[in-house]
């Protein structure tokens, strides 16, 4: 077994790891949160008792059992055991190292779960840091989260997340808590957003799908959550609009966007966690044209939510 030599934060867990997980945020001290062990064994992994959930996508990823501990696995090598306080990771792997794509599995989608089971709250939507505050940015397939999300980081914010966001509450107050590192885009939005090719990287299990880093030293810091954004691209707007978005239409449209551990358990708690989060934070509808072109415009308008 390895030495613990890396640490990370993420979402609020204060990681102690035996191998370095790549779009994870580094630290010199994890500080204060939920302390998880993540431990690497070569070799080969016990089965799961019984299966749970399997997630469609790319991934292939697979919920399972074994006794009360949660299993893991995927269509890429790894399987991830945790026991049922979120205290330690169990890695194992066939070979010394665990593969980029499997520790992507690791980053992208099973750590945002995991924070789940420790309190807090995990949506499918990307935040972005500026001046110790974040917005939320939520919206179906195709309303150009990622696209936004990399033309605000080149606009001077940070991206906390660009897939799924973790929100901890501090009595009724929501605070991001950042989680995977960069924005996952297509080389076309690389070109026409003119990023620095050193800082899209290839993404491991897609043939030419990039993830960009905008940051050397990704910010770890929890920052107080402002506007949930729920985007919406249409080609008849001639320019991009911002209006108050009523709560119980938020409510709605939010809900959708839920992210669970076991999706087959009920999802009460995570629903008041969302009626909580709209509470605390201003929500609104950015209505916005469809291109490249109205991206300044729109960056504009969102660096003017108070």
């Known amino acids: ?14 990681i102690d790891s035996t191998i370095a997980l790549a779009g994870a945020r580094r630290v010199d001290h994890v500080g204060e949160g939920h302390h998880l062990d993540l431990l690497f064994h070569q070799g080969g992994a016990p089965r799961a008792d019984s299966d749970v959930f399997t997630w ?3 991934y292939g990823l697979k919920l399972g059992r074994i006794g009360e501990q949660w299993h893991f696995s995927s269509r ?15 890695v194992h792997a066939a070979d010394e190292v665990l593969t980029p794509a499997a520790i992507d599995v690791l980053t992208r989608r099973i750590l945002p779960r995991l924070a789940i089971e420790t309190g807090a709250f995990t949506v499918h939507g990307a935040a972005l840091i500026r001046d110790g505050a974040a917005i939320l940015l939520l919206g179906e397939s195709g309303a150009g989260k990622s696209t936004l999300t990399a033309a605000l980081a080149q606009a001077g914010w940070s991206i906390a997340s660009d897939d799924m966001t973790i929100i901890r509450f501090d009595d009724a107050t929501p605070w991001v808590h950042p989680g995977a590192t960069g924005v996952c885009l297509w080389p076309d939005t690389r070109a026409a957003l003119d990023l620095d090719p050193a ?8 043939d030419v799908k990039l993830r960009f880093e905008p940051e050397d030293r990704p910010e770890a810091d929890p920052a107080l959550l402002r506007a949930v954004v729920f985007l919406e691209r249409s080609s008849e707007a001639m320019a ?5 978005m009523p709560i ?8 959708r966007q839920l992210i669970a551990l076991d999706p087959t358990a009920p999802r009460t708690s995570a629903v008041h966690q969302l009626v909580q989060m709209l509470a605390g934070a201003r929500p609104v ?21 108070p």
Do not use: N, Q
């Open 199 to 206: 800082r899209c990287l290839a993404m491991p299990g897609y």
């Open 285 to 305: 509808k950015l209505t916005y044209p469809s291109g490249y072109a109205a991206l300044p415009a729109v960056t504009d308008l969102l660096a003017s939510l």
């Open 76 to 90: 890429f090598d790894g399987t991830f055991i945790v026991d049922p306080a979120i205290s330690r990771l169990d």
């Open 1 to 14: 077994m390895h030495r613990l030599t890396y640490r990370y934060r993420f979402g609020g867990l204060a």
């Open 240 to 244: 991009p609009r911002l209006e108050p």
């Open 56 to 58: 469609t996508g790319r």
């Open 248 to 255: 119980r239409d938020a409510v709605r449209r939010a809900t």
